[in-house]
């Protein structure tokens, strides 16, 4: 039984609406607290906000299991929000044969093949911008870049074909606040789930992919036999899910930091060859996904302090990117740091299986900025989206300088 | 003689001591060893912390995981019977003096 009193309490909802805006006090608060920490608001949870102890538990996938989900919800005591993912809410050995899959598709070598569309694209899309910037006088950052850019090249190598790709951003953020706890923010989302799940499930199936895309791969693993061809569907809808939003939100973010660091837009400017290194940092600093959890597979422990079975375990990720304990300078923007083992892509058999090509996105949108202009300005004040799991932008006014 | 000797790309060596049970790949990076990118942290997903191993070493590693196989066929320099990813070899006693030579390049 979890020794109760040994950890200590503290009295914070990661969720209410100050902390999604501002999580950084909440961060310091549960790194300084101890390596494992309970939160007053949440039973059969602990939280867990210093790099070295997420580190571990997401390295330790025996004990701290996937498949009773990675949100706030325990699958052994309720019922998922959709039908399991395959890959994300799995363990080995389900988890290892779809993974296989997916790894292949997605690989580095695999990626190679795309670079050429996806750089182009960037290229495209940044003189759309600064021709909008000259004569508007001010771009919106995710709206007219961070947004539009993933919701391209995307779906396109997905193979997802006709209209409707806006339902791609409903679903990622449904998905990321079902992580959450059945607050507004999931209320509000849900309400259009719907018909949003009808046209995603549509888009999984065969006959709506284009072949050879990434999704239609998928159904060739199962031709093969690696997978069967029931489980296609769902392992396309984790495509759908999670290879939109992430970027989307990777790309703001960074282009948040970047304006607000003209320093170190500069360095970019300067050397065009740091764009991939920047948009690492970029994910150090401002971590897209917030959290993510796990759940106690046996009475265990984390850092000495023992955490009973079916415990919720909260990896606060955005914490550990910026822990000094573990990075020198931890809250400085510095786009040469090359930020090795930090886990905002996750660590471990489930790291994003998609990080070669968020990684191509951010450098190939990065490398077009740095060529084509000067510096970036902020124009006017951000918003934010909140979501219960995605560090998420509404609105980004920059104006771009040209070089 | 140190734990283990990178040999750089211009060919000057550089010989560091380690603990065990740390990898190949966090010792460079604790030296800040630029030739090994190791983007991905050490989960075996990105092929940028690839190395050669010396060959009078290889055979007395283990034996390279399926998802290691998997990766080592996407490394930017040239893959060779003795190419491994550094963050899939811990070192142990048994290791002590490992030799790896670093390719040209990581991406």
Redesign the interface.
């Known amino acids: 039984m979890t020794q109760v009193l040994d950890i200590p309490e503290l009295d914070f909802d990661p969720y209410a609406a100050e902390n999604l805006i501002d999580p950084y006090p909440m961060h310091l608060a549960m790194r300084e607290a101890g390596p494992v920490v309970r939160l007053k608001s949440y039973d059969r949870l602990v939280a867990c906000a210093r790099h070295a102890e997420v580190h571990a538990v997401l390295n330790d996938h025996a004990t701290f299991i996937s498949g009773a989900g990675v949100g706030l919800a325990n699958f052994n005591l309720e019922t998922p929000f959709r039908p399991k993912s395959l890959i994300l809410e799995a363990d080995p050995p389900l988890h290892t044969q779809t993974r296989a899959v997916l790894a292949r598709i997605l690989s580095p070598k695999a990626v190679t093949q795309i670079r050429a569309t996806f750089a182009a694209e960037a290229e495209a899309l940044v003189e759309r911008c600064l021709e909008k910037s000259l004569a508007a006088g001010q771009i919106d950052g995710v709206h007219d870049l961070a947004q539009p850019y993933p919701l391209k090249v995307f779906p396109d190598a997905v193979g997802v074909e006709g209209e409707g790709r806006e339902n791609l951003l409903i679903y990622g953020d449904l998905i990321f606040n079902s992580m959450g706890p059945r607050n507004a923010l999931l209320a509000r989302a849900a309400e259009r789930m719907g018909p949003v799940t009808d046209w995603i499930m549509a888009h999984c199936q065969r006959a709506n992919l284009r072949p050879g895309g990434f999704g239609d791969q998928i159904y060739q693993a199962a031709d093969a036999g690696e997978i069967s061809h029931e489980q296609a569907p769902l392992l396309v809808r984790s495509f759908l899910s999670a290879g939109v939003d992430t970027t989307i939100n990777g790309l703001g973010n960074v282009l948040f930091s970047l304006a607000h660091h003209p320093e170190q837009y500069a360095r970019l400017h300067a050397d065009p060859s740091l764009a991939r290194p920047a948009f690492e940092e970029g994910l150090r600093y401002e971590s897209t996904a917030q959290t993510f959890f796990r759940t106690a597979g046996r009475d265990c422990q984390i850092a000495g302090v023992p955490v009973a079975e079916n415990t919720k375990v909260l990896c606060m990720l955005a914490s550990a990117n910026r822990d000094p304990r573990r990075w020198p300078d931890a809250d400085r923007f510095d786009i040469e740091r090359r930020p090795s083992g930090h886990v905002a892509l996750g660590s471990g058999i489930h790291g994003c299986v998609g990080q070669a090509v968020a990684r191509l996105e951010g450098e190939v949108v990065l490398t077009a900025l740095a060529r084509r202009v000067k510096r970036i300005e902020v124009a006017g004040p951000h918003t934010r989206r909140l979501n219960n799991t995605l560090r998420a932008l509404d609105t980004l006014p920059l104006r771009l300088i040209p070089a | 003689m140190p734990d283990i000797t990178f040999i750089l790309p211009d060919g000057t060596e550089q010989g560091l001591e380690a603990p065990e049970g740390v990898s190949v790949m966090q010792v460079a ?1 604790g030296a800040g060893i630029r030739g090994i ?7 075996a ?3 940028t912390c690839h190395v050669y191993v010396d060959p009078a070493w290889a055979a007395r590693l283990p034996a390279p995981l ?2 290691e196989l ?2 080592l ?2 490394t930017a320099s040239e893959r060779l019977p003795n190419s491994r990813l550094s963050c899939q070899i811990k070192l142990t006693a048994e290791l002590h003096g490992l030799v790896v030579r670093l390719p040209e390049r990581q ?1």
């Open positions: 990076g990118v190791a983007e991905c942290g050490g989960s997903m990105c092929a399926p998802t998997e990766m066929e996407c991406q």
